[in-house]
């Protein structure tokens, strides 16, 4: 229903003084964290399903994570979305590896 509004309240706690940032300042923090939520680890999991991977031992999840970051930029640059590239890529394995050629 698009003729309603809803106000959510969030508390949040921080170590910054009261004296260094106004509310509006706090908002836009707390903002582009969940940018950044929104436009990478979300992405990630949707794209990649990186919240099921099975790796958890040793380094490995970091460097997995650091392949699927690098992934996503290489589509990016190339003015792919995410998803359906991943889902090219997957059927066409040797245009992914000209991909990351070029």
């Known amino acids: 229903m698009k ?5 959510q309240v969030i508390y949040a706690i921080t170590s910054l003084p009261p004296d260094k940032l106004a509310a509006c300042d706090l908002l836009q923090l707390s903002r582009d964290h969940w940018q950044v939520e929104n436009c990478l680890f979300h992405v990630r999991d ?47 394995p040797r245009a992914a590896i000209k991909a990351i050629m070029n």
């Open 46 to 92: 949707v794209t990649f399903k990186e919240d099921a991977s099975r790796v958890r031992s040793g380094s490995a999840p970091q460097v997995m994570a650091e392949l699927r970051n690098a992934v996503l930029t290489l589509i990016r640059c190339s003015g792919q979305k995410p998803r359906p590239a991943r889902e090219s890529y997957a059927a066409r």
């Open 3 to 7: 003729d309603r509004c809803t106000r």
